[in-house]
Protein backbone atom coordinates (compact mmCIF):
# COMPACT_ATOMS: atom_id res chain seq x y z
CA UNK A 1 0.00 0.00 0.00
CA UNK A 2 1.22 3.24 -0.94
CA UNK A 3 2.39 5.33 2.22
CA UNK A 4 0.11 7.95 3.46
CA UNK A 5 1.63 11.66 3.18
CA UNK A 6 0.21 13.30 6.39
CA UNK A 7 -0.42 17.15 7.10
CA UNK A 8 1.14 18.90 9.82
CA UNK A 9 0.22 17.58 13.29
CA UNK A 10 -2.63 14.81 12.15
CA UNK A 11 -0.85 11.90 12.41
CA UNK A 12 -0.59 10.85 16.38
CA UNK A 13 -2.88 13.31 17.21
CA UNK A 14 -5.65 11.99 14.62
CA UNK A 15 -4.71 8.53 15.60
CA UNK A 16 -4.61 9.03 19.63
CA UNK A 17 -8.19 11.26 18.97
CA UNK A 18 -9.66 8.09 17.60
CA UNK A 19 -8.22 5.73 20.31
CA UNK A 20 -9.81 8.21 22.66
CA UNK A 21 -13.13 8.47 21.20
CA UNK A 22 -12.69 4.45 20.98
CA UNK A 23 -12.51 4.52 24.61
CA UNK A 24 -15.38 7.09 25.17
CA UNK A 25 -17.61 4.68 23.37
CA UNK A 26 -16.23 1.19 25.45
CA UNK A 27 -16.90 3.44 28.82
CA UNK A 28 -19.88 4.24 27.97
CA UNK A 29 -21.64 1.10 26.85
CA UNK A 30 -24.48 -0.03 28.49
CA UNK A 31 -24.72 3.48 30.07
CA UNK A 32 -25.42 5.66 27.11
CA UNK A 33 -28.93 4.96 24.54
CA UNK A 34 -27.06 3.26 21.32
CA UNK A 35 -28.61 6.54 19.58
CA UNK A 36 -25.51 7.91 20.76
CA UNK A 37 -23.21 5.64 20.99
CA UNK A 38 -23.76 3.45 17.80
CA UNK A 39 -22.82 6.29 15.35
CA UNK A 40 -19.49 6.99 17.55
CA UNK A 41 -18.77 3.84 17.31
CA UNK A 42 -19.92 3.64 13.21
CA UNK A 43 -17.16 6.94 13.10
CA UNK A 44 -14.17 4.66 14.99
CA UNK A 45 -14.72 2.26 12.44
CA UNK A 46 -14.90 4.45 9.46
CA UNK A 47 -11.89 6.02 10.82
CA UNK A 48 -9.92 3.16 11.08
CA UNK A 49 -10.76 1.53 8.05
CA UNK A 50 -9.79 4.92 6.45
CA UNK A 51 -6.74 5.73 7.66
CA UNK A 52 -5.70 2.13 7.20
CA UNK A 53 -5.99 2.96 3.42
CA UNK A 54 -4.05 4.99 0.54
CA UNK A 55 -3.82 8.50 1.98
CA UNK A 56 -1.76 9.02 -1.69
CA UNK A 57 -5.85 9.70 -2.84
CA UNK A 58 -8.29 12.36 -1.97
CA UNK A 59 -11.89 10.74 -2.52
CA UNK A 60 -14.25 13.63 -3.77
CA UNK A 61 -18.28 13.38 -3.82
CA UNK A 62 -20.58 15.26 -6.22
CA UNK A 63 -23.90 15.20 -3.89
CA UNK A 64 -27.11 16.73 -4.30
CA UNK A 65 -30.28 16.14 -5.45
CA UNK A 66 -32.46 14.61 -8.51
CA UNK A 67 -31.76 17.18 -12.12
CA UNK A 68 -29.22 19.31 -10.03
CA UNK A 69 -27.06 18.40 -12.73
CA UNK A 70 -24.11 16.12 -11.08
CA UNK A 71 -23.81 13.67 -13.95
CA UNK A 72 -23.22 16.43 -16.39
CA UNK A 73 -20.53 18.45 -14.16
CA UNK A 74 -18.89 14.90 -13.21
CA UNK A 75 -18.22 14.36 -16.82
CA UNK A 76 -17.21 18.19 -17.43
CA UNK A 77 -14.72 17.42 -14.69
CA UNK A 78 -13.93 14.18 -16.27
CA UNK A 79 -13.50 15.72 -19.74
CA UNK A 80 -15.55 12.35 -20.90
CA UNK A 81 -18.82 11.25 -21.21
CA UNK A 82 -19.08 8.75 -18.55
CA UNK A 83 -21.99 9.49 -16.74
CA UNK A 84 -25.30 9.11 -18.85
CA UNK A 85 -27.67 12.19 -17.52
CA UNK A 86 -31.14 12.10 -18.52
CA UNK A 87 -35.20 13.26 -18.42
CA UNK A 88 -36.19 10.41 -16.39
CA UNK A 89 -36.08 10.32 -12.91
CA UNK A 90 -33.78 8.71 -11.11
CA UNK A 91 -30.92 9.33 -13.40
CA UNK A 92 -28.14 8.17 -11.27
CA UNK A 93 -28.35 4.65 -8.86
CA UNK A 94 -24.98 3.40 -8.31
CA UNK A 95 -21.98 5.93 -7.42
CA UNK A 96 -19.22 5.50 -10.10
CA UNK A 97 -15.88 6.79 -9.93
CA UNK A 98 -13.37 8.85 -12.18
CA UNK A 99 -9.44 8.10 -11.11
CA UNK A 100 -6.65 9.97 -11.67
CA UNK A 101 -3.84 7.93 -10.34
CA UNK A 102 -1.47 9.48 -8.02
CA UNK A 103 2.34 9.79 -9.37
CA UNK A 104 3.36 6.96 -7.90
CA UNK A 105 0.71 4.95 -9.82
CA UNK A 106 1.84 6.04 -13.06
CA UNK A 107 4.19 4.16 -15.26
CA UNK A 108 7.48 6.22 -16.56
CA UNK A 109 5.57 7.74 -19.26
CA UNK A 110 3.14 9.20 -16.85
CA UNK A 111 0.34 6.98 -18.41
CA UNK A 112 -1.80 4.96 -16.95
CA UNK A 113 -2.10 0.74 -17.48
CA UNK A 114 -5.62 1.59 -18.07
CA UNK A 115 -7.06 4.89 -19.71
CA UNK A 116 -10.67 5.56 -19.46
CA UNK A 117 -11.33 2.16 -19.21
CA UNK A 118 -14.19 0.80 -17.14
CA UNK A 119 -13.89 -2.10 -15.24
CA UNK A 120 -16.24 -4.56 -12.42
CA UNK A 121 -14.89 -5.43 -8.96
CA UNK A 122 -13.10 -8.96 -9.08
CA UNK A 123 -10.81 -10.70 -6.78
CA UNK A 124 -7.87 -8.86 -8.46
CA UNK A 125 -9.12 -5.77 -8.06
CA UNK A 126 -9.50 -6.36 -4.45
CA UNK A 127 -6.44 -7.41 -3.83
CA UNK A 128 -4.28 -4.19 -5.79
CA UNK A 129 -4.21 -1.25 -3.57
CA UNK A 130 -4.42 2.52 -3.76
CA UNK A 131 -7.31 3.90 -5.30
CA UNK A 132 -8.84 0.20 -5.74
CA UNK A 133 -8.79 -1.22 -2.09
CA UNK A 134 -10.41 2.41 -1.84
CA UNK A 135 -13.28 2.05 -3.65
CA UNK A 136 -13.95 -1.34 -3.07
CA UNK A 137 -14.11 0.07 0.60
CA UNK A 138 -16.65 2.71 -0.44
CA UNK A 139 -18.38 -0.22 -2.85
CA UNK A 140 -18.44 1.84 -5.89
CA UNK A 141 -17.75 -1.39 -8.68
CA UNK A 142 -18.38 1.26 -11.72
CA UNK A 143 -14.53 3.14 -12.02
CA UNK A 144 -12.70 4.77 -15.01
CA UNK A 145 -9.05 4.89 -14.26
CA UNK A 146 -7.83 8.45 -16.47
CA UNK A 147 -4.56 10.09 -18.06
CA UNK A 148 -3.55 12.64 -16.39
CA UNK A 149 -4.59 14.94 -19.18
CA UNK A 150 -8.11 13.27 -19.24
CA UNK A 151 -8.60 15.39 -15.60
CA UNK A 152 -8.55 18.95 -17.68
CA UNK A 153 -10.76 19.80 -20.90
CA UNK A 154 -9.82 19.67 -24.62
CA UNK A 155 -8.50 23.37 -23.60
CA UNK A 156 -6.75 21.95 -21.20
CA UNK A 157 -3.02 20.77 -21.63
CA UNK A 158 -1.52 17.54 -20.20
CA UNK A 159 0.67 18.47 -17.37
CA UNK A 160 -1.18 21.76 -16.33
CA UNK A 161 -3.12 22.11 -13.64
CA UNK A 162 -4.10 18.13 -13.82
CA UNK A 163 -5.06 16.74 -10.50
CA UNK A 164 -3.38 13.54 -9.65
CA UNK A 165 -4.48 11.10 -6.88
CA UNK A 166 -7.95 12.00 -7.17
CA UNK A 167 -11.25 9.99 -6.69
CA UNK A 168 -14.30 11.47 -8.21
CA UNK A 169 -17.74 10.33 -7.19
CA UNK A 170 -20.94 10.80 -9.11
CA UNK A 171 -24.02 10.17 -6.45
CA UNK A 172 -27.36 8.84 -6.60
CA UNK A 173 -29.73 11.61 -5.79
CA UNK A 174 -30.66 12.62 -2.08
CA UNK A 175 -34.18 12.80 -2.70
CA UNK A 176 -34.52 10.01 -4.93
CA UNK A 177 -38.02 8.32 -4.74
CA UNK A 178 -35.95 4.93 -4.54
CA UNK A 179 -35.08 4.00 -1.32
CA UNK A 180 -32.41 2.14 -2.31
CA UNK A 181 -30.62 4.84 -4.09
CA UNK A 182 -30.85 7.46 -0.96
CA UNK A 183 -29.32 4.47 1.47
CA UNK A 184 -26.42 4.31 -0.72
CA UNK A 185 -25.66 7.79 -0.88
CA UNK A 186 -26.13 8.59 2.76
CA UNK A 187 -23.59 6.00 3.18
CA UNK A 188 -21.18 7.54 1.07
CA UNK A 189 -21.82 10.96 2.36
CA UNK A 190 -20.35 9.38 5.65
CA UNK A 191 -17.41 8.02 4.36
CA UNK A 192 -15.70 10.28 1.70
CA UNK A 193 -13.28 12.73 2.08
CA UNK A 194 -14.52 15.90 0.29
CA UNK A 195 -18.57 16.61 -0.42
CA UNK A 196 -19.22 18.81 -3.22
CA UNK A 197 -23.07 19.83 -2.46
CA UNK A 198 -24.50 20.42 -6.37
CA UNK A 199 -27.85 22.47 -5.76
CA UNK A 200 -29.52 24.37 -8.74
CA UNK A 201 -31.44 28.09 -8.62
CA UNK A 202 -34.50 26.72 -8.12
CA UNK A 203 -33.87 23.80 -5.07
CA UNK A 204 -30.78 25.45 -3.39
CA UNK A 205 -32.97 26.68 -0.31
CA UNK A 206 -34.88 23.14 -0.09
CA UNK A 207 -35.23 22.64 3.53
CA UNK A 208 -34.58 18.97 3.48
CA UNK A 209 -31.51 19.34 2.31
CA UNK A 210 -30.35 22.17 4.72
CA UNK A 211 -31.70 20.48 8.01
CA UNK A 212 -31.00 17.29 7.46
CA UNK A 213 -27.79 17.51 5.31
CA UNK A 214 -25.84 20.84 6.12
CA UNK A 215 -26.86 21.46 9.41
CA UNK A 216 -25.06 17.88 10.63
CA UNK A 217 -22.23 19.27 8.35
CA UNK A 218 -21.60 22.26 11.03
CA UNK A 219 -18.01 20.70 12.17
CA UNK A 220 -16.93 20.26 8.64
CA UNK A 221 -16.71 23.19 6.59
CA UNK A 222 -13.40 22.79 5.70
CA UNK A 223 -14.59 19.49 3.57
CA UNK A 224 -17.23 20.99 1.96
CA UNK A 225 -18.05 22.62 -1.38
CA UNK A 226 -21.32 24.36 -2.67
CA UNK A 227 -21.37 24.19 -6.05
CA UNK A 228 -24.84 26.48 -7.75
CA UNK A 229 -25.12 24.29 -11.12
CA UNK A 230 -27.10 25.42 -14.26
CA UNK A 231 -25.81 29.26 -13.90
CA UNK A 232 -26.01 29.82 -17.43
CA UNK A 233 -29.87 30.10 -16.77
CA UNK A 234 -29.60 33.29 -15.13
CA UNK A 235 -28.82 36.37 -15.51
CA UNK A 236 -25.70 38.05 -13.24
CA UNK A 237 -27.78 39.81 -11.15
CA UNK A 238 -29.74 36.55 -10.41
CA UNK A 239 -26.62 34.64 -10.56
CA UNK A 240 -25.23 36.81 -7.78
CA UNK A 241 -28.33 36.95 -5.94
CA UNK A 242 -28.49 33.41 -5.48
CA UNK A 243 -24.91 33.15 -4.94
CA UNK A 244 -25.44 35.20 -1.84
CA UNK A 245 -28.46 33.96 -0.54
CA UNK A 246 -26.81 30.29 -0.68
CA UNK A 247 -23.65 31.93 1.24
CA UNK A 248 -26.46 32.98 3.74
CA UNK A 249 -28.17 29.68 4.42
CA UNK A 250 -24.93 28.18 4.76
CA UNK A 251 -23.87 30.12 7.67
CA UNK A 252 -27.02 29.80 9.26
CA UNK A 253 -26.51 26.07 8.52
CA UNK A 254 -23.26 26.87 10.59
CA UNK A 255 -21.21 25.99 7.37
CA UNK A 256 -19.26 29.92 7.87
CA UNK A 257 -17.65 31.07 5.29
CA UNK A 258 -17.71 27.69 3.00
CA UNK A 259 -16.58 27.86 -0.62
CA UNK A 260 -19.57 28.86 -3.02
CA UNK A 261 -19.07 28.35 -6.76
CA UNK A 262 -21.26 28.69 -9.54
CA UNK A 263 -20.47 26.30 -12.69
CA UNK A 264 -22.53 25.19 -15.57
CA UNK A 265 -21.84 21.91 -17.12
CA UNK A 266 -23.54 22.71 -20.04
CA UNK A 267 -21.71 26.27 -20.72
CA UNK A 268 -18.47 25.27 -19.13
CA UNK A 269 -18.41 28.36 -16.90
CA UNK A 270 -17.04 27.55 -14.06
CA UNK A 271 -15.89 24.40 -14.08
CA UNK A 272 -12.10 25.32 -14.25
CA UNK A 273 -12.44 26.83 -11.17
CA UNK A 274 -14.19 23.71 -9.62
CA UNK A 275 -11.43 21.60 -11.45
CA UNK A 276 -8.72 23.92 -9.91
CA UNK A 277 -10.06 23.03 -6.27
CA UNK A 278 -10.06 19.54 -6.31
CA UNK A 279 -6.78 19.19 -7.78
CA UNK A 280 -5.63 21.84 -4.96
CA UNK A 281 -7.22 19.01 -2.31
CA UNK A 282 -6.00 16.64 -4.01
CA UNK A 283 -2.72 17.72 -4.04
CA UNK A 284 -2.55 18.57 -0.25
CA UNK A 285 -3.68 15.18 0.23
CA UNK A 286 -5.12 16.60 3.64
CA UNK A 287 -9.42 16.02 2.91
CA UNK A 288 -9.31 12.57 4.36
CA UNK A 289 -7.56 13.44 7.48
CA UNK A 290 -9.64 16.83 8.09
CA UNK A 291 -12.74 14.71 7.01
CA UNK A 292 -11.84 11.86 9.70
CA UNK A 293 -10.63 14.14 12.77
CA UNK A 294 -14.30 16.59 11.82
CA UNK A 295 -15.92 13.28 11.97
CA UNK A 296 -14.19 12.34 15.62
CA UNK A 297 -14.72 15.83 17.22
CA UNK A 298 -18.84 15.94 16.64
CA UNK A 299 -19.08 12.10 17.54
CA UNK A 300 -16.99 13.10 20.54
CA UNK A 301 -19.07 16.14 20.70
CA UNK A 302 -22.52 14.18 21.18
CA UNK A 303 -20.66 11.97 23.56
CA UNK A 304 -19.86 14.66 26.30
CA UNK A 305 -22.88 16.17 26.17
CA UNK A 306 -24.82 12.86 26.65
CA UNK A 307 -22.28 12.38 29.48
CA UNK A 308 -23.93 15.61 31.51
CA UNK A 309 -21.78 17.51 33.86
CA UNK A 310 -19.67 15.61 36.51
CA UNK A 311 -20.89 15.11 39.53
CA UNK A 312 -18.88 16.91 42.75
CA UNK A 313 -17.09 14.40 45.27
CA UNK A 314 -18.39 16.74 48.49
CA UNK A 315 -22.33 15.49 47.00
CA UNK A 316 -21.48 11.98 47.16
CA UNK A 317 -19.52 11.61 50.14
CA UNK A 318 -22.57 13.24 52.06
CA UNK A 319 -25.05 11.03 50.33
CA UNK A 320 -22.53 8.42 51.63
CA UNK A 321 -22.78 10.00 55.06
CA UNK A 322 -26.64 9.73 54.97
CA UNK A 323 -26.90 6.30 53.61
CA UNK A 324 -24.65 4.80 56.42
CA UNK A 325 -27.33 6.67 58.96
CA UNK A 326 -30.50 5.21 57.39
CA UNK A 327 -29.51 1.39 56.98
CA UNK A 328 -27.99 1.88 60.66
CA UNK A 329 -31.83 2.50 61.28
CA UNK A 330 -33.12 -0.17 58.96
CA UNK A 331 -30.87 -2.90 60.66
CA UNK A 332 -31.92 -2.57 63.90
CA UNK A 333 -28.46 -0.79 65.11
CA UNK A 334 -30.11 1.48 67.44
CA UNK A 335 -31.61 -1.74 68.90
CA UNK A 336 -28.48 -3.09 69.15
CA UNK A 337 -26.39 0.01 71.24
CA UNK A 338 -29.52 -0.10 73.27
CA UNK A 339 -28.79 -4.00 74.12
CA UNK A 340 -24.88 -3.76 74.41
CA UNK A 341 -25.57 -0.61 77.12
CA UNK A 342 -28.18 -2.72 79.24
CA UNK A 343 -26.22 -6.00 79.18
CA UNK A 344 -22.99 -3.80 80.16
CA UNK A 345 -25.24 -2.51 82.97
CA UNK A 346 -26.47 -5.60 83.79
CA UNK A 347 -22.81 -7.60 83.85
CA UNK A 348 -21.66 -4.86 85.89
CA UNK A 349 -24.12 -5.35 88.18
CA UNK A 350 -23.77 -9.20 88.60
CA UNK A 351 -19.88 -8.62 88.94
CA UNK A 352 -19.73 -5.49 91.50
CA UNK A 353 -23.41 -5.83 93.34
CA UNK A 354 -24.09 -6.81 96.63
CA UNK A 355 -23.21 -10.51 96.78
CA UNK A 356 -26.70 -11.57 99.10
CA UNK A 357 -28.80 -9.42 96.30
CA UNK A 358 -26.36 -9.76 92.60
CA UNK A 359 -27.98 -13.65 92.01
CA UNK A 360 -31.18 -11.79 91.52
CA UNK A 361 -29.79 -9.45 88.47
CA UNK A 362 -28.39 -12.77 86.85
CA UNK A 363 -31.38 -14.02 86.68
CA UNK A 364 -32.39 -11.83 84.25
CA UNK A 365 -31.48 -12.50 80.66
CA UNK A 366 -29.13 -10.73 78.86
CA UNK A 367 -30.19 -8.51 76.34
CA UNK A 368 -27.53 -9.33 73.83
CA UNK A 369 -28.02 -12.87 74.07
CA UNK A 370 -31.94 -12.14 73.52
CA UNK A 371 -30.95 -10.94 70.36
CA UNK A 372 -28.01 -13.73 70.05
CA UNK A 373 -25.01 -11.49 70.02
CA UNK A 374 -22.29 -11.52 72.60
CA UNK A 375 -19.36 -13.40 73.67
CA UNK A 376 -19.47 -17.05 72.24
CA UNK A 377 -22.05 -16.19 69.42
CA UNK A 378 -21.94 -17.24 66.13
CA UNK A 379 -20.38 -20.21 63.91
CA UNK A 380 -16.27 -20.27 64.63
CA UNK A 381 -14.40 -19.64 61.33
CA UNK A 382 -17.84 -19.23 59.32
CA UNK A 383 -18.91 -15.46 59.59
CA UNK A 384 -21.10 -15.32 56.76
CA UNK A 385 -22.71 -18.15 59.21
CA UNK A 386 -23.76 -16.17 61.41
CA UNK A 387 -27.50 -14.36 62.40
CA UNK A 388 -28.72 -12.57 64.88
CA UNK A 389 -32.27 -12.67 66.41
CA UNK A 390 -33.05 -9.21 65.14
CA UNK A 391 -36.42 -8.76 63.86
CA UNK A 392 -36.11 -9.78 59.47
CA UNK A 393 -35.62 -7.35 57.62
CA UNK A 394 -39.39 -7.13 56.65
CA UNK A 395 -40.63 -5.04 53.89
CA UNK A 396 -41.01 -1.79 56.09
CA UNK A 397 -37.15 -2.20 56.54
CA UNK A 398 -36.36 -3.19 52.48
CA UNK A 399 -38.56 -0.28 51.80
CA UNK A 400 -36.47 2.18 54.04
CA UNK A 401 -33.32 0.41 52.27
CA UNK A 402 -34.07 0.74 48.60
CA UNK A 403 -35.25 4.33 49.05
CA UNK A 404 -32.04 5.11 50.76
CA UNK A 405 -29.89 3.35 48.21
CA UNK A 406 -31.70 5.23 45.45
CA UNK A 407 -31.19 8.51 47.16
CA UNK A 408 -27.46 7.93 47.22
CA UNK A 409 -26.95 7.17 43.58
CA UNK A 410 -29.26 9.81 42.64
CA UNK A 411 -26.84 12.24 44.87
CA UNK A 412 -23.82 11.05 43.99
CA UNK A 413 -24.82 11.04 40.27
CA UNK A 414 -26.05 14.06 40.69
CA UNK A 415 -25.42 16.09 36.90
CA UNK A 416 -25.16 12.53 35.46
CA UNK A 417 -27.08 11.82 32.25
CA UNK A 418 -31.03 9.33 33.51
CA UNK A 419 -29.02 6.25 31.19
CA UNK A 420 -26.12 6.66 33.70
CA UNK A 421 -27.82 6.87 36.58
CA UNK A 422 -30.66 3.72 35.81
CA UNK A 423 -26.86 1.66 35.49
CA UNK A 424 -25.97 3.15 38.83
CA UNK A 425 -29.45 2.24 40.48
CA UNK A 426 -29.04 -1.53 38.99
CA UNK A 427 -25.96 -2.47 39.97
CA UNK A 428 -25.80 -0.59 43.56
CA UNK A 429 -29.55 -3.10 44.45
CA UNK A 430 -30.72 -3.34 47.69
CA UNK A 431 -31.13 -7.06 47.22
CA UNK A 432 -29.79 -9.31 49.97
CA UNK A 433 -28.81 -5.75 51.79
CA UNK A 434 -30.65 -7.58 55.01
CA UNK A 435 -28.84 -10.44 55.41
CA UNK A 436 -25.23 -8.62 54.59
CA UNK A 437 -26.26 -5.77 57.31
CA UNK A 438 -27.20 -8.81 59.94
CA UNK A 439 -23.82 -10.45 59.44
CA UNK A 440 -21.90 -7.53 59.95
CA UNK A 441 -24.13 -6.96 63.41
CA UNK A 442 -23.54 -10.68 64.33
CA UNK A 443 -19.36 -10.22 63.51
CA UNK A 444 -19.24 -6.90 64.92
CA UNK A 445 -17.21 -7.23 68.89
CA UNK A 446 -19.60 -5.62 71.20
CA UNK A 447 -18.41 -7.21 74.44
CA UNK A 448 -14.95 -6.39 75.86
CA UNK A 449 -12.55 -9.71 75.47
CA UNK A 450 -11.60 -9.08 79.23
CA UNK A 451 -13.65 -7.36 81.92
CA UNK A 452 -12.66 -3.81 83.40
CA UNK A 453 -10.35 -3.98 86.30
CA UNK A 454 -12.60 -2.32 88.51
CA UNK A 455 -15.20 -4.88 88.58
CA UNK A 456 -12.37 -6.92 90.12
CA UNK A 457 -11.45 -4.69 92.35
CA UNK A 458 -14.75 -3.99 93.69
CA UNK A 459 -15.76 -7.83 93.55
CA UNK A 460 -13.17 -8.46 96.02
CA UNK A 461 -14.06 -5.81 97.79
CA UNK A 462 -17.84 -6.84 98.37
CA UNK A 463 -16.66 -10.45 99.45
CA UNK A 464 -14.03 -8.63 101.63
CA UNK A 465 -16.87 -6.79 102.89
CA UNK A 466 -19.36 -9.36 103.50
CA UNK A 467 -16.11 -11.47 105.37
CA UNK A 468 -16.53 -8.66 107.83
CA UNK A 469 -20.26 -8.95 107.71
CA UNK A 470 -19.90 -13.08 108.54
CA UNK A 471 -17.62 -12.07 111.38
CA UNK A 472 -19.67 -10.03 113.06
CA UNK A 473 -22.71 -12.46 112.39
CA UNK A 474 -20.97 -15.46 113.86
CA UNK A 475 -19.53 -13.07 116.78
CA UNK A 476 -22.90 -11.60 117.77
CA UNK A 477 -23.96 -15.43 117.39
CA UNK A 478 -21.55 -16.97 119.46
CA UNK A 479 -22.05 -14.18 122.63
CA UNK A 480 -25.92 -15.36 122.09
CA UNK A 481 -25.50 -18.46 122.20
CA UNK A 482 -22.88 -18.40 125.49
CA UNK A 483 -25.90 -16.01 127.09
CA UNK A 484 -28.20 -18.58 125.77
CA UNK A 485 -26.64 -21.35 127.99
CA UNK A 486 -25.95 -19.18 130.92
CA UNK A 487 -22.70 -19.27 130.58
CA UNK A 488 -20.27 -16.34 132.02
CA UNK A 489 -20.42 -14.02 129.47
CA UNK A 490 -16.65 -12.96 127.83
CA UNK A 491 -15.97 -9.52 127.65
CA UNK A 492 -16.83 -7.81 124.15
CA UNK A 493 -14.65 -5.05 122.86
CA UNK A 494 -15.68 -1.91 121.81
CA UNK A 495 -15.47 0.82 119.19
CA UNK A 496 -16.62 4.30 119.72
CA UNK A 497 -18.82 3.17 122.45
CA UNK A 498 -20.60 -0.24 120.04
CA UNK A 499 -19.71 -3.71 120.37
CA UNK A 500 -16.95 -4.60 118.13
CA UNK A 501 -19.16 -7.58 116.27
CA UNK A 502 -22.25 -5.46 115.79
CA UNK A 503 -19.74 -2.75 114.57
CA UNK A 504 -18.34 -5.46 112.29
CA UNK A 505 -21.78 -6.56 110.84
CA UNK A 506 -23.68 -3.17 110.11
CA UNK A 507 -20.41 -1.81 108.24
CA UNK A 508 -20.08 -4.89 106.13
CA UNK A 509 -23.61 -3.92 105.07
CA UNK A 510 -23.48 -0.08 104.74
CA UNK A 511 -20.34 -0.34 102.53
CA UNK A 512 -21.28 -3.33 100.92
CA UNK A 513 -24.25 -1.24 100.20
CA UNK A 514 -22.32 2.24 98.93
CA UNK A 515 -19.75 0.00 96.95
CA UNK A 516 -22.96 -1.82 94.96
CA UNK A 517 -24.33 2.18 94.42
CA UNK A 518 -20.94 3.11 93.56
CA UNK A 519 -20.51 0.28 91.10
CA UNK A 520 -24.00 0.91 89.59
CA UNK A 521 -22.91 4.54 88.71
CA UNK A 522 -19.49 3.38 87.65
CA UNK A 523 -21.18 0.69 85.93
CA UNK A 524 -23.40 2.86 84.14
CA UNK A 525 -20.84 5.05 83.06
CA UNK A 526 -19.15 2.27 81.79
CA UNK A 527 -22.13 0.96 79.76
CA UNK A 528 -22.12 4.08 77.95
CA UNK A 529 -18.56 3.88 77.11
CA UNK A 530 -19.57 0.18 75.74
CA UNK A 531 -22.45 1.50 73.87
CA UNK A 532 -20.41 4.08 72.26
CA UNK A 533 -18.04 1.50 71.45
CA UNK A 534 -20.44 -1.12 69.96
CA UNK A 535 -21.95 1.84 68.13
CA UNK A 536 -18.58 2.70 66.68
CA UNK A 537 -17.88 -1.13 65.20
CA UNK A 538 -21.43 -1.65 64.31
CA UNK A 539 -21.18 1.52 61.70
CA UNK A 540 -18.12 0.46 60.60
CA UNK A 541 -19.53 -2.67 59.97
CA UNK A 542 -22.33 -0.71 57.90
CA UNK A 543 -20.05 1.03 55.87
CA UNK A 544 -18.53 -1.80 55.24
CA UNK A 545 -21.52 -3.75 53.68
CA UNK A 546 -22.33 -0.32 51.96
CA UNK A 547 -19.02 0.36 50.69
CA UNK A 548 -18.96 -3.62 49.00
CA UNK A 549 -22.75 -3.50 48.16
CA UNK A 550 -23.90 0.23 47.11
CA UNK A 551 -20.67 2.72 47.26
CA UNK A 552 -18.14 0.23 44.84
CA UNK A 553 -20.33 -0.82 42.70
CA UNK A 554 -21.58 3.57 42.17
CA UNK A 555 -17.75 4.75 42.68
CA UNK A 556 -17.32 2.20 39.46
CA UNK A 557 -19.98 4.02 37.91
CA UNK A 558 -18.63 7.57 38.41
CA UNK A 559 -15.27 6.49 37.64
CA UNK A 560 -16.45 5.15 34.06
CA UNK A 561 -18.11 8.36 33.73
CA UNK A 562 -15.10 10.73 34.55
CA UNK A 563 -13.15 8.20 32.10
CA UNK A 564 -15.65 8.67 29.39
CA UNK A 565 -15.94 12.26 29.92
CA UNK A 566 -11.72 12.39 30.30
CA UNK A 567 -11.88 10.87 26.53
CA UNK A 568 -14.25 12.52 24.83
CA UNK A 569 -13.03 15.80 25.77
CA UNK A 570 -9.43 14.70 24.44
CA UNK A 571 -11.27 13.36 21.12
CA UNK A 572 -13.31 16.63 20.89
CA UNK A 573 -10.22 18.89 21.78
Same mark, same amino acid.
Not at 18 to 39: C, K, N, Q, S, Y
Not at 58 to 74: E, I
Not at 201 to 220: C, G, N, T
Not at 493 to 507: D, E, K, N, R, S
Given at each position: ?10 ? /???? &? ?39 ? !? ?47 ? /? ?63 ? /?????? *? ?25 ? !? ?7 ? !????? @? ?26 ? /? ?12 ? *? ?20 ? $? ?47 ? @? ?7 ? *? ?55 ? $? ?8 ? &? ?60 ? *? ?13 ? !? ?48 ? @? ?31 ? &? ?6
Amino acid at each position: MTARRRSPGSG /LDLA &ARIEALDDAVVAARGRLPLTVLEPAADVVARARARMALSGE !YTVVALAGSTGSGKSSLFNSLAGADLAVPGVRRPTTGQAMAAVWPAPTA /LDSSGVPARLAEPFARSAANTRRGGAHALLDWLEVDQRHVLAGAAAGSEQQPAGEGVATGLVLLD /LPDHDS *VETAHRVRAERLYERVDLLVWVVDPQK !YADAALHVR !YLRPL @AAHADVVVLVLNHADRLNPEERAGCLAD /LARLAAQDGLGTVP *VLATSARTGAGVAELRERLAEA $ADRRAAATDRVRADVRTAAGSVLAACGAAPAPVVERHARARLVDELEVA @AGIPAVVEA *VRRSAVRRAHVATGWPPTRWLASMRADPLRRLGLGAGRGTPGRPDLSRTSLPPFGPV $ARSRASSAVR &AYCDAAMSGAPDAWVLSARSRATAVGLGDALDQAVAGAALVAARPPVWWRALRWLQWALLGL *VGVGLVWLGLLAGVS !YARLPEPTTPTWWGLPVPTTLAACGVVMGVLVALAGRVLGALGARRAATR @ARRHLRLGVEVVVGERVVDPVSAELLALAQCRD &AAQRAAA
